[in-house]
Nanobody, 123 residues
Framework: QVQLVESGGGLVQAGGSLRLSCAAS????????MGWFRQAPGKERDFIAT????????DYVDSVKGRFTISRDNAKNTVYLQMNSLKPEDTAVYYC????????????????WGQGTQVTVSS
Protein backbone atom coordinates (compact mmCIF):
# COMPACT_ATOMS: atom_id res chain seq x y z
CA GLN A 1 0.00 0.00 0.00
CA VAL A 2 1.31 3.42 -0.97
CA GLN A 3 2.37 5.59 1.94
CA LEU A 4 3.14 9.29 2.03
CA VAL A 5 4.48 10.53 5.35
CA GLU A 6 4.91 14.22 6.03
CA SER A 7 7.26 15.63 8.63
CA GLY A 8 8.87 18.92 9.61
CA GLY A 9 5.87 20.81 10.86
CA GLY A 10 5.86 22.74 14.10
CA LEU A 11 5.50 26.09 15.78
CA VAL A 12 7.41 29.05 14.35
CA GLN A 13 7.27 32.81 14.75
CA ALA A 14 6.13 35.04 11.93
CA GLY A 15 8.99 35.68 9.55
CA GLY A 16 10.57 32.34 10.29
CA SER A 17 11.14 29.30 8.12
CA LEU A 18 10.28 25.62 8.07
CA ARG A 19 11.05 22.82 5.66
CA LEU A 20 8.47 20.11 5.25
CA SER A 21 9.35 16.68 3.92
CA CYS A 22 7.16 14.00 2.45
CA ALA A 23 8.62 10.52 2.15
CA ALA A 24 6.96 8.10 -0.22
CA SER A 25 7.02 4.34 -0.05
CA UNK A 26 5.58 1.58 -2.23
CA UNK A 27 5.29 4.13 -5.03
CA UNK A 28 7.18 4.51 -8.28
CA UNK A 29 8.07 7.94 -7.02
CA UNK A 30 9.95 9.16 -10.07
CA UNK A 31 6.90 8.55 -12.22
CA UNK A 32 4.59 10.72 -10.14
CA UNK A 33 3.97 14.40 -9.94
CA MET A 34 3.72 15.65 -6.37
CA GLY A 35 1.74 18.39 -4.73
CA TRP A 36 1.45 20.21 -1.44
CA PHE A 37 -1.86 21.32 -0.01
CA ARG A 38 -2.98 22.90 3.26
CA GLN A 39 -6.13 23.10 5.30
CA ALA A 40 -6.71 25.80 7.86
CA PRO A 41 -9.28 25.32 10.65
CA GLY A 42 -12.80 25.65 9.33
CA LYS A 43 -11.64 25.96 5.73
CA GLU A 44 -11.34 23.71 2.73
CA ARG A 45 -8.09 22.08 1.71
CA ASP A 46 -6.27 24.32 -0.76
CA PHE A 47 -3.60 23.70 -3.35
CA ILE A 48 -0.20 25.28 -2.63
CA ALA A 49 2.38 23.92 -5.03
CA THR A 50 3.13 21.15 -7.45
CA UNK A 51 6.19 19.64 -9.13
CA UNK A 52 6.53 17.32 -12.07
CA UNK A 53 8.29 13.95 -11.97
CA UNK A 54 11.75 15.31 -12.73
CA UNK A 55 11.54 18.54 -10.80
CA UNK A 56 11.90 20.65 -13.92
CA UNK A 57 8.40 22.17 -13.70
CA UNK A 58 6.83 23.74 -10.65
CA ASP A 59 3.82 25.90 -9.97
CA TYR A 60 2.48 27.74 -6.94
CA VAL A 61 -0.60 29.44 -5.69
CA ASP A 62 -0.11 33.21 -5.78
CA SER A 63 -0.19 33.61 -2.00
CA VAL A 64 3.04 31.63 -1.54
CA LYS A 65 5.00 32.60 -4.66
CA GLY A 66 8.40 33.96 -3.71
CA ARG A 67 8.16 32.52 -0.19
CA PHE A 68 7.70 28.77 -0.67
CA THR A 69 9.77 26.41 -2.81
CA ILE A 70 8.81 22.88 -3.78
CA SER A 71 11.56 20.45 -4.69
CA ARG A 72 12.17 16.72 -4.85
CA ASP A 73 14.89 14.14 -4.50
CA ASN A 74 13.94 11.08 -6.50
CA ALA A 75 16.85 9.10 -5.08
CA LYS A 76 15.30 9.56 -1.63
CA ASN A 77 11.66 9.27 -2.73
CA THR A 78 11.05 12.57 -1.00
CA VAL A 79 9.41 15.87 -1.87
CA TYR A 80 10.09 19.02 0.09
CA LEU A 81 8.40 22.32 0.77
CA GLN A 82 10.73 25.08 1.93
CA MET A 83 8.66 27.78 3.58
CA ASN A 84 10.22 31.18 4.26
CA SER A 85 8.82 34.46 5.55
CA LEU A 86 6.01 32.61 7.23
CA LYS A 87 2.87 34.49 8.19
CA PRO A 88 0.16 33.67 10.74
CA GLU A 89 -2.22 33.02 7.85
CA ASP A 90 0.03 30.14 6.77
CA THR A 91 -1.12 28.23 9.85
CA ALA A 92 -2.70 24.99 8.67
CA VAL A 93 -2.30 21.26 8.36
CA TYR A 94 -0.06 20.63 5.37
CA TYR A 95 -0.54 17.57 3.15
CA CYS A 96 1.48 16.09 0.35
CA UNK A 97 -0.12 14.17 -2.48
CA UNK A 98 0.85 12.21 -5.57
CA UNK A 99 -0.72 11.92 -8.97
CA UNK A 100 0.14 10.07 -12.12
CA UNK A 101 0.45 13.10 -14.41
CA UNK A 102 1.61 16.64 -13.81
CA UNK A 103 -1.04 19.33 -13.79
CA UNK A 104 -0.94 22.85 -12.45
CA UNK A 105 -4.70 22.87 -11.98
CA UNK A 106 -5.53 23.46 -8.31
CA UNK A 107 -8.60 21.25 -8.58
CA UNK A 108 -7.19 18.20 -10.32
CA UNK A 109 -7.61 14.94 -8.47
CA UNK A 110 -4.62 13.38 -6.71
CA UNK A 111 -4.28 9.65 -6.28
CA UNK A 112 -2.55 9.36 -2.92
CA TRP A 113 -2.43 11.53 0.18
CA GLY A 114 -0.39 11.78 3.34
CA GLN A 115 -1.80 12.20 6.81
CA GLY A 116 -0.67 15.80 7.20
CA THR A 117 1.63 17.78 9.44
CA GLN A 118 0.64 20.81 11.51
CA VAL A 119 2.29 24.16 10.90
CA THR A 120 1.52 26.96 13.34
CA VAL A 121 2.85 30.46 12.83
CA SER A 122 2.62 32.80 15.79
CA SER A 123 2.42 36.57 15.43
Amino acid sequence: QVQLVESGGGLVQAGGSLRLSCAASRLSFNRYAMGWFRQAPGKERDFIATINWSGSITDYVDSVKGRFTISRDNAKNTVYLQMNSLKPEDTAVYYCAARNYYSNSPTVRYDYWGQGTQVTVSS
